[in-house]
């Protein structure tokens, strides 16, 4: 099954929380941050520096990934790939039904070859 | 959307990177403010968790805290926008460096401790933006273009150059 187009009523409002930089509306895991931190260590990354990365890849037209579905959290889920520090990455995130917060539940390198959907 | 979640001060290991980055120099252990979202049944981390962290490791990375850059700036009774200028940086990037929304690079961070350490003056600085060296006057051929073509042409043997004996390629060539 192919990578299915993210659809703009959860990508926009993802991109314009993302384009804030603001942590009080991007959340992040504590997985999420030790993950990010360990995989980008070789890059001294700081947290701040993944927002524009995803926001590049989540404006782009043909921006694509897989649903996610949980059963826990109200909102949406979507997985997919984006470049962060010359390396390809995963990303995961919740929108959250108000659409004035997203979590990050990942943002490091990918511990498998393909998204579920593929 | 502010749904109080309980926050409470919980484990997180930060890590150190070594100079070269390639391994982990140190682990950290400290808390941190997160919130538990029932719903997620996930630990989130507060804002002022991602400053804490980010300041330890900033701390271990011997990089000048927001604090300090802010600081020290100020002992130099410069604005914002005139220490970017001399250091010749982005003026937002000196205010997210002030502010802990960004950190100063490892190589940045060497220039603010010479600031910071007096072994490099706001008067240097200045004195650095005011040689307004020019390139494209330094790489125009015209001031020099004619003593070089001389030199080319030079119409005598150059007395430096021992003298040949003609050889048969020579004689071959006159012929």
Redesign the interface.
């Given at each position: 099954m192919p990578l299915q187009l993210i659809p703009s009523d959860w990508l926009l409002p993802v991109c314009a929380i993302l384009a804030t930089?603001d942590?009080?509306l991007i959340?992040?895991?504590?997985?999420c941050?030790?993950r990010f931190?360990?995989d980008f260590?070789?890059?001294?990354a700081?947290?701040?520096e993944v927002y524009r990365p995803l926001l590049g890849a989540l404006s782009s037209p043909d921006a694509s990934g897989c649903p996610v579905n949980m059963d826990?959290?109200?909102g949406t889920t979507w997985e997919f790939y984006f470049s962060f520090k010359n390396r390809r990455s995963y990303g995961k995130i919740?929108l959250r039904p108000?659409h004035?917060?997203i979590?990050l539940f990942s943002a490091h390198l990918p511990l498998k070859p393909k998204l579920s959907c593929e | 959307?502010n749904t109080h979640k309980p926050i409470s001060q919980?484990p997180?290991?930060?890590?150190i990177?070594t100079m070269e980055?390639?391994?982990?120099a140190e682990r950290v252990s400290i808390q941190v403010p997160?919130e538990w979202?029932a719903?997620?049944?996930?630990?989130?981390?507060?804002?002022e968790a991602?400053v804490l962290?980010?300041d330890i490791k900033a701390r271990y990375?011997d990089l000048m805290l927001p604090a300090q850059i802010k600081a020290m700036r100020q002992r130099q009774k410069v604005s914002q926008r005139q220490m970017s200028e001399l250091i010749q940086a982005g003026e937002k990037s000196w205010t997210r460096w002030e502010t802990g929304?960004?950190?100063p690079?490892?190589v940045i961070n060497v220039l603010l401790r010479a600031i910071e350490d007096g072994k490099v003056t706001v008067d240097w600085l200045q004195s650095l933006r005011n040689r307004n060296f020019s390139w494209s006057k330094a790489v125009s051929p015209f001031p020099q273009a004619p003593r070089l073509v001389s030199f080319i042409i030079y119409p005598e043997p150059s007395p430096l150059l021992p003298q040949l004996e003609p050889n048969h390629e020579t004689v071959a060539a006159a012929a």
């Open positions: 930089e942590t009080n959340q992040w895991t504590h997985d941050r030790n931190d360990a260590l070789f890059a001294e700081w947290p701040y826990h959290p109200a919740l108000d004035q917060q979590v | 959307m919980q997180f290991e930060v890590l990177p980055g390639d391994a982990i997160m979202d719903e997620l049944e996930e630990f989130l981390l507060t804002p991602h962290i980010d990375m929304q960004a950190r690079s490892r």
